[in-house]
């Protein structure tokens, strides 16, 4: 059974940092692309940074550019979001979430990794940031 499991949000003041972590089991992990979404109230889910774990390619949405660092750790089935020089508008829930790298061959070809499908998705982890 495929799980992600998110961790690491809370309450951090404007400026600060949190670290988001995505813990995968029950499928190859070197065998999927993993990417952090985000829901903010009244608002869409929208992609925040997605990285191929196989090769460490990460992307990210201009608004966390410079700010947020996606990363991977293989042994132990975990890529983490560091969040840092945070802003009221990173105010949110994040997901992560994970598609085959077999579906991205198959499907989307060249395309920016935050606009692929994902098929599995965890419960998510609320960030607030406070002013």
């Known amino acids: 059974e495929v799980q992600l499991v998110e961790s690491g949000g809370g309450l951090v003041q404007a400026g600060g940092s949190l670290r988001l972590s995505c813990a995968a089991s029950?499928?190859?992990?070197?065998?999927?692309?993993i990417g952090w979404f985000r829901q903010a109230p009244g608002k869409e889910r929208e992609g925040v940074s997605c990285?191929?774990?196989?090769?460490?390619?990460?992307d990210y949405t201009d608004s966390v550019k410079g700010r947020f660092t996606i990363t991977t750790d293989s042994a132990k089935n975990t890529v983490y979001l560091q969040m840092d020089t945070l802003k009221r508008e990173d105010t949110a829930v994040y997901y992560c979430a994970a598609v085959s790298e077999y579906e991205v061959t198959r499907w989307y070809g060249a395309q920016d990794c935050l606009s692929y499908e994902y098929d599995y998705w965890g419960q998510g982890t609320q960030v607030t940031v406070a002013s």
């Open positions: 029950g499928f190859i992990f070197d065998e999927y692309v």
């Open positions: 990285i191929n774990t196989s090769d460490g390619t990460p």
